[in-house]
């Protein structure tokens, strides 16, 4: 019974959807103190750097509101409007970033200690998500592959992310090389799930590197904040600012949630 009412539920027409929409709208919430957050500790030199800020409490909010009153041509405009928006945010962000240090002198040394150029693209992905959900419905298989692509996009900047964060401090602790291997195997994964025809005897083994990786995550997050509460600093704010990136490590349950959720209608 509960088996026949999980493959109704899968096989309904709007709720991967929904939970799509769900995903992206917390996802702006979570986009905008990280970036709150990363932008404080060069003390916002530039005003353009509140722009990513604005961008997700405003699409926060119409998103929210206008699921709340299940308007659905508003929904479809929304969807276009802030799908674009932070498409072009996230290119103008990594653009942006680069140019800080790395176009001034193109060296491995500027693309370490040079904001993380990846890390805009996020706004980038988001857009992509909102895109999808507008053309695509989730009862076409094409919606699922869409999905775990951007999902595998998401990954190899995750990968990318987990290399160079840590060679700044010339990975100190060993297991900081653990979210390099971890993403790396879930890129590698992926990547082949979607290349191949027969997929669900592959996606078991997905499921378990998935779960792998929200294990990671959440111990990352708990490593960070107690290297962070080492930093020596006056005030508690400050550990954060200027300590190990808080958020970072849950990047890796939020991308795994959102690959389970595209294998969920393969």
Same mark, same amino acid.
Request: proline letters at 4%; glycine letters at 8%.
């Given at each position: 019974?509960?088996?026949?009412?999980?493959?109704?539920?899968?096989?309904?027409?709007?709720?991967?959807?929904?939970?799509?929409?769900?995903?992206?709208?917390?996802? @702006?919430?979570? @986009?905008?103190?990280?970036?709150?957050?990363?932008?404080?500790?060069?003390?916002?030199?530039?005003?353009?750097?509140?722009?990513?800020?604005?961008?997700?409490?405003?699409?926060?909010?119409?998103?929210?509101?206008?699921?709340?009153?299940?308007?659905?041509?508003?929904?479809?405009?929304?969807?276009?409007?802030?799908?674009?928006?932070?498409?072009?945010?996230?290119?103008?962000?990594?653009?942006?970033?680069?140019?800080?240090?790395?176009?001034?002198?193109?060296?491995?040394?500027?693309?370490?200690?040079?904001?993380?150029?990846?890390?805009?693209?996020?706004?980038?992905?988001?857009?992509?998500?909102?895109? @999808?959900?507008?053309?695509?419905?989730?009862?076409?298989?094409?919606?699922?592959?869409?999905?775990?692509?951007?999902?595998?996009?998401?990954?190899?900047?995750?990968?990318?992310?987990?290399?160079?964060?840590?060679?700044?401090?010339?990975?100190?602790?060993?297991?900081?090389?653990?979210?390099?291997?971890?993403?790396?195997?879930?890129?590698?994964?992926?990547?082949?799930?979607?290349?191949?025809?027969?997929?669900?005897?592959?996606?078991?083994?997905?499921?378990?590197?998935?779960?792998?990786?929200?294990?990671?995550?959440?111990?990352?997050?708990?490593?960070?904040?107690?290297?962070?509460?080492?930093?020596?600093?006056?005030?508690?704010?400050?550990?954060?600012?200027?300590?190990?990136?808080?958020?970072?490590?849950?990047?890796?349950?939020?991308?795994?949630?959102?690959? @389970?959720?595209?294998?969920?209608?393969?």
């Amino acid at each position: 019974m509960l088996k026949n009412f999980g493959t109704k539920l899968r096989n309904s027409d709007g709720t991967a959807t929904r939970l799509l929409d769900i995903f992206i709208i917390l996802n @702006l919430a979570f @986009l905008a103190l990280d970036v709150y957050i990363a932008h404080a500790v060069g003390g916002f030199t530039d005003t353009i750097e509140w722009l990513p800020i604005y961008f997700s409490f405003i699409a926060f909010g119409v998103l929210t509101g206008v699921h709340l009153t299940s308007k659905t041509q508003w929904l479809h405009w929304c969807r276009t409007c802030f799908g674009w928006g932070a498409i072009c945010i996230g290119i103008a962000g990594m653009l942006f970033h680069l140019s800080s240090h790395f176009f001034t002198d193109a060296s491995l040394k500027n693309l370490v200690y040079a904001a993380p150029f990846v890390a805009p693209l996020a706004y980038t992905g988001i857009g992509l998500l909102l895109l @999808l959900n507008n053309l695509i419905p989730d009862t076409q298989a094409e919606w699922a592959k869409w999905v775990v692509f951007l999902a595998l996009c998401g990954w190899c900047g995750n990968f990318i992310l987990s290399v160079l964060d840590h060679a700044q401090n010339g990975f100190f602790n060993i297991t900081e090389w653990l979210p390099v291997i971890t993403s790396a195997l879930a890129s590698s994964s992926i990547g082949t799930l979607l290349c191949m025809q027969r997929k669900q005897r592959f996606i078991p083994f997905c499921i378990t590197v998935l779960c792998l990786n929200i294990i990671v995550g959440i111990a990352g997050f708990f490593l960070h904040l107690a290297a962070d509460l080492q930093v020596p600093a006056t005030q508690g704010t400050d550990k954060l600012l200027y300590g190990a990136p808080l958020f970072a490590p849950l990047l890796f349950p939020n991308l795994s949630l959102l690959t @389970l959720l595209g294998m969920w209608k393969l």
